[in-house]
């Protein structure tokens, strides 16, 4: 398959989308009544969240579906889904602690189930790459790997659900079913930049998987050209090859 | 009434440095991304360009043994990899 066709379009949408995204944000956006200014980090903090725990679902059904077919195209893109997840997660905790220290006076409120949650979901995507890399035999790994990624992203829907049932909580609570109770222009920028970052785990969910085919593909050509012995052996690694 | 209900806003001066932080971590966890990623690139360039290398090696090679069939290859020597 190739990976990097539409790539260019994609990240073109990507960075206009963002750019409108973050400028409804500082022009157009209203300030909060209660938080001011600082409320501006709802607009990347929550649409980061949003899409980190929804790559670790991706991931959970791409893992699923190498587990159905036992293709391994399957498992390397699960792998890429739950890597870029990871890295999503990562800005979330990073611009949560910001918000919090300005918000509350500290960088982390462990009473807070929202953020301690997210905290266990991260750690618990954390032990994937050690996981994979603790198994030496390819084809062992990428199905443990996908047992893995499907439990853990199982676990991603039954942990949001049981915070929304948690009382009492610190973290506000803007969107419901119902439609929660933002106002028209904050809730119209927050889709714009909920869009905006989904497409970014998109552009860069697919940059990373062109890498990796073109890479294999290299090292294809060079065994088909030049024999086997042409190709230096893959070190132990994480990453599915 | 949540902690964060009756937190008070803060002025301008104190909230843009917090806000600037994270919009900063956002482009910068972006930024560190594609970089790692330009490296990865550059080394399959690498690959390829020691690829081409050593398929042209082997092709002088074989055309040094057999040089009755080197007509028709120069073409595809001619064909940029990339």
């Known amino acids: ?241 | 009434m949540s902690v964060f209900a009756v937190a008070p806003a803060l002025p301008l001066h104190a909230a843009g440095k917090y806000v600037a932080g994270a919009y900063i971590v956002f482009l910068a966890i972006v930024l560190i991304y594609v970089a790692i990623m330009a490296t990865r690139l550059a080394r399959t360039e690498r690959e390829l360009i020691e690829l081409r290398r050593d398929v042209e090696e082997r092709r002088r090679q074989e055309d040094g043994s057999a040089p009755s069939e080197r007509s028709g290859s120069s073409d595809r020597e001619r064909e940029p990899v990339a």
């Open chain 1, 1 to 241: 398959m190739m990976y990097g066709r539409g790539l260019r379009g994609l990240a073109l949408a990507t960075a206009l989308t963002i750019t409108v995204a973050f400028a409804l944000v500082f022009f157009y956006a209203p300030l909060d009544a209660n938080q001011g200014f600082i409320q501006k980090i709802f607009y990347i903090h929550v649409p980061l969240a949003i899409t980190a725990l929804c790559g670790f679902v991706f991931g959970g059904v791409l893992g699923a579906m190498h587990l159905r077919t036992g293709d391994r195209k399957w498992d390397i893109r699960s792998y890429v889904a739950i890597h870029m997840a990871l890295i999503f997660g990562i800005g979330t905790l990073f611009t949560g602690t910001i918000w919090a220290k300005a918000s509350w006076g500290h960088w982390w409120v462990w009473s807070d189930p929202t953020l301690t949650s997210f905290l266990i979901v991260m750690l618990l995507f954390a032990t994937y790459q050690p996981l994979r890399f603790s198994i030496e035999d390819p084809e062992r790994q990428s199905r443990y790997a996908s047992v893995f990624a499907v439990v853990a992203g199982a676990f991603v829907p039954l942990n949001f659900l049981a915070v929304r049932l948690a009382q009492p909580y610190v973290h506000p609570r803007v969107l419901t079913l119902t439609g929660g109770n933002l106002p028209g222009p904050m809730r119209l920028t927050f889709v714009v930049a909920l869009v905006g970052v989904a497409l970014l785990y998109v552009t860069l969910w697919k940059y990373e998987m062109a890498a990796k085919s073109t890479r294999a593909q290299v090292r294809a050509l060079r065994r088909m050209l030049l024999g086997e012995d042409s190709v230096t052996p893959l070190k132990r690694s994480a990453a599915p090859s």
